[in-house]
């Protein structure tokens, strides 16, 4: 009976699994009907394209032909008086239009009812609107042009009404709406005001349209006060340059007239920079930084221990219960980095050579700023010295409770964790203090306490405290920032703050490859996005191309918008975004393809790497003839590696592991992130070739050390908390925060820009198991085919033999025969030494699937 039942259920599993082939055979003709019903959108877009061309070349003859006709014969004065339908309609009207009838009234409407001349304006933007319908040729940007051309048509139709207000021949290029207007204009507003907010608006249109910075105002204010002035000037320059020299002295000599003046500079917004050459640091208020001066009385109380003149430290003596002084040091963290105001294209380093890659989007625009946000405390710490006393007192009670002694303590503010750098007394051993984590966590009363002992290069016992508050980081404080924007990487990523509040940035190609790993909703995607930004705001779209596949289907949607300028797919697939499981197999396959042929060109080329290959075909030392091409670096992005590992497994696991092992020389890097950090995900083979991991906060510890080999993911506090191991060391970092909203607005930018005419192809992959059951089906089917699936039903046994003996065949033919039943779908898959499952339960069934295979 138990036998029976286990029978049964297998049977209704593979029932289960059969239906697949037929629910795919009855989907294909729903894919084929959106197909058509987008290739029919697709046409009506071109023909609707096609129509507005050819109306704007008639609108456009129309009204020249109404004005001409108008200034030399007068021949349309008919028209006057007359409405648009009495043009049309009535048929004793006279008229010399060269449009005909329909142009005449037309003319009449745009010309003699509404805006004049200035109609005209009109015709040129249907004529750029066919253009892009009908080709996706955008010359300048729609909506930004029909706001010029509308506000440009007003201005002219004002402006030829205020110039022929007394001609009764000319005032015919103002229109109704230009004479009206300048009526109402000029009793409001006299001849004199009317004709100063006519230039008003020119001037504000021409500076709007062609972003004509003003500042040349004030540069031009100051060359006439500086002519005028004459030889004064120079006078009073070198007693300038006296007083300058008398200040400084007096500042060495007297230190508080130096800090003074230094307050002084600040608040001018000059800009030096630091000891370390780092670029300059903005002025930022005295409550919004920790470890700057106190006051003079302060000062003499604490042993003559001062901040050093560039407030970067404050120390305080305190004394342990044995009388012992133990020094602490607040870090001053560094203030927020000055945003650099480059332009919105910034200036592209490369060889000066003919070839040009970015030459098709030559106009494109890349990303400015103001598309991100920024928050009130993204640039500067805000750490109450209070909070920093009490957990170093809590820190130093704890290790006195245990007889550990120690001598300093060093704290350096963080945007969400404080490190607290120590250094016990001679004696103590490193394993005593590390082995106080849980100790001092509870003393603090806080989760992710980290302890790094020692700390690489330094000498100290690290302790990482999380802050009571913690700040968010904007991306825009990171790509804003000097360091990325002067940055000389091949692929600049921004990935967070570190402790110290400086920007971290890296480099991609480098790396090469990034694996990311942590539970959910840790940050994992906004990384990513983080990531993309950081390459889109550097990056022209022809020398730089994203693969994204996400199997979850909403992280990576918002990217549809640039999928003709930064995306690339497989030839015969709509959606630019990968998230169906086979067709991430076939994307990564193709992948592969690519990496071969682009070592095959490499090779030809007689380099070693996608720079030295790209350096030379600009140089024009490739031919294009045989087959060399400008090589854009290949970003492949996965947002959810497990899902794809469990359920396609090693059709996945191998290219990935290929393209790890040689894609970086030829310009192909991985970006994985997975929230199951499981050693079954993240194998040995991956691992090894992924040096570069960033982990998130985790739930184990177990998890921490497959990821990074180490513990201390599982002590992070979330909210894009990192750590960051390069390889060599492990970097604490406070990721960069993007919001949707941010992408929608980096997109849509990004989007409306004129774009190649499709994304980047991938080359061609050909899945072999969908070709093989094709094959069977072109080869055509035994003749004692329907008899055989007869037999196979009738004793529900699918096997070779079975026919064998039934039939009287040979084992050749009775193979083949079951290869085709397989592929109709009359029997299941080869399973070893049993019998293949019958997956048709009668013969009613199986004569309506014969029917509908012929």
């Known amino acids: 009976m138990a036998a029976s039942n286990n029978r049964n259920t297998l049977k209704s599993e593979n029932k289960k699994k059969t239906a697949s082939p037929q629910t795919k055979a009855k989907k294909k003709p729903g894919k084929k009907k959106k197909a058509n019903r987008k290739q029919r959108f697709q046409n009506l877009k071109i023909i609707t394209g096609i129509f507005l061309i050819l109306f704007s070349f008639y609108l456009i003859i129309s009204i020249i032909s109404y004005v001409y006709q108008w200034f030399h014969f007068g ?49 040129f933007y249907l004529f750029i609107l066919g253009l892009f319908l009908s080709s996706g040729y955008q010359l300048v940007h729609l909506g930004k042009s ?35 207007g300048n009526v109402m204009l000029t009793a409001i507003l006299g001849n004199v005001g009317t004709g100063i907010l006519l230039l008003f608006i020119l001037l504000s249109i021409t500076t709007v349209a062609y972003n004509i910075p003003l500042r040349w105002i004030n540069t031009a204010l100051l ?44 608040n001018t917004e000059e800009y030096a920079l630091d000891e370390e050459g780092n670029g300059p640091q903005p002025h930022q208020p005295q409550e919004a930084t920790l470890g700057g001066k106190e006051s003079e009385a302060e000062e003499k109380q604490t042993n003559g221990k001062s901040s050093d003149g560039n407030g970067e430290a404050q120390k305080n003596d305190h004394q342990d219960d044995n009388g012992n002084e133990i020094e602490f040091t607040i870090e001053t963290p560094k203030s927020g980095e000055e945003e650099d105001k480059r332009p919105s294209k910034p200036e592209h380093r490369g060889l000066d050579t003919e070839y040009d890659p970015t030459l098709e989007l030559r106009d494109f625009q890349f990303p400015t700023l103001d598309l991100l946000e920024t928050y009130e405390d993204s640039h500067n710490i805000r750490v109450q010295k209070e909070e920093l006393e009490e957990n170093k007192q809590q820190i130093v009670d704890t290790l006195q409770n245990y007889s550990i002694k120690i001598t300093s303590i060093r704290a350096t503010p963080g945007p969400s964790v404080t490190l607290y750098e120590i250094v016990q007394a001679p004696g103590i051993r490193i394993s005593k203090i590390k082995n106080l984590e849980d100790d001092i966590a509870m003393s603090l009363a806080a989760h992710g306490i980290r302890i790094i002992a020692p700390i690489p290069g330094r000498g100290t016992i690290g302790i990482e405290v999380p802050n009571k508050d913690p700040q968010t980081v904007s991306m825009r404080s990171i790509l804003g920032s000097k360091k990325f924007a002067q940055s000389k990487f091949e692929l600049p990523i921004g990935l967070g703050k570190t402790i110290s509040n400086e920007s971290y940035i890296t480099d991609l190609a480098q790396m090469p490859h990034l694996l990311m790993a942590g539970a959910t909703g840790q940050g994992k995607s906004v990384g990513l996005n983080s990531i993309i930004a950081s390459l889109v705001y550097q990056k022209h779209p022809a020398v730089l191309k994203f693969i994204l596949i996400d199997p979850k289907k909403v992280e990576l949607t918002l990217y549809n918008k640039i999928e003709r300028h930064y995306l690339a797919k497989l030839p015969d697939v709509e959606e630019s975004i990968v998230t169906e499981t086979r067709e991430v197999v076939r994307t990564l396959n193709s992948l592969v393809i690519e990496m071969e042929d682009r070592y095959n060109l490499l090779k030809d080329a007689q380099v070693k790497s996608i720079k030295e290959y790209n350096q030379k075909f600009i140089a024009r030392q490739l031919n294009p003839e045989n087959g060399h091409r400008f090589l854009p670096y290949v970003v492949l992005v996965i947002d959810e590696f497990a899902d794809l590992i469990m359920t396609s497994g090693k059709e996945v696991e191998g290219p990935i592991t290929r393209l790890a092992q040689l894609a970086r020389a030829i ?18 083979s991956i691992k090894a070739n992924f040096p570069a991991r960033i982990a998130y906060r985790v739930i184990s510890k177990v998890d921490s050390r497959t990821i990074l080999d180490s513990g201390g993911a599982e002590q992070l506090v979330g909210r894009g908390d990192m750590l960051l191991y390069t390889g060599k060391e492990l970097v604490r970092l406070q990721g960069a925060y993007l919001d949707t909203t941010e992408i929608e607005k980096l ?23 969908a070709e093989t059951s094709k094959d069977l089906e072109d080869l055509g089917r035994d003749e004692m085919f329907e008899e055989a699936a007869r037999v196979v039903v009738s004793n529900q046994h699918g096997s070779t033999s079975l026919l064998q003996r039934k039939l009287k065949i040979g084992y050749n033919r009775a193979g083949r025969i079951v290869d085709q039943l397989e592929a109709a779908g009359v029997v299941g898959p080869f399973e070893g030494s049993k019998a293949r499952e019958v997956l048709i339960q009668d013969l009613t069934s199986l004569e309506q699937l014969l029917e509908n295979l012929s």
């Open 223 to 266: 060359t006439a006060k500086a002519s005028s002035s004459g030889n004064s000037g120079e006078l009073q320059t070198e007693e300038k340059e006296k007083n300058i020299s008398k200040d400084k002295k007096a500042d060495s000599t007297d230190p508080s007239v130096a800090s003074h003046k230094k307050k002084a500079i600040f």
């Open 667 to 684: 310009g192909i890097h991985l970006i994985i992130a997975t929230q199951r950090p499981s050693v079954n995900i993240i194998t040995g």
């Open 75 to 123: 021949n349309d004065d008919a028209l006057l008086g007359m409405s648009f339908g009495e043009i049309l309609t009535q048929p004793d009207v006279q008229h010399h239009n060269w449009a005909g009838r329909i142009g005449a009234a037309l003319s009449y409407q745009f010309i003699h009812q509404w805006f004049g001349i200035g109609s005209v304006l009109s015709g």
């Open 747 to 769: 997109t849509e930018y990004i989007g409306s820009q004129r774009a190649y005419p499709e994304a980047y192809k991938l080359p061609e992959y050909i899945d072999e198991e």
């Open 146 to 180: 029909l706001i010029y051309i509308l506000a440009l048509t007003i201005w002219l139709s004002l402006t030829m009404g205020f110039l022929f207000f007394h001609s009764e021949e000319l005032s015919i290029l103002a229109g109704v709406f230009g004479y009206q």
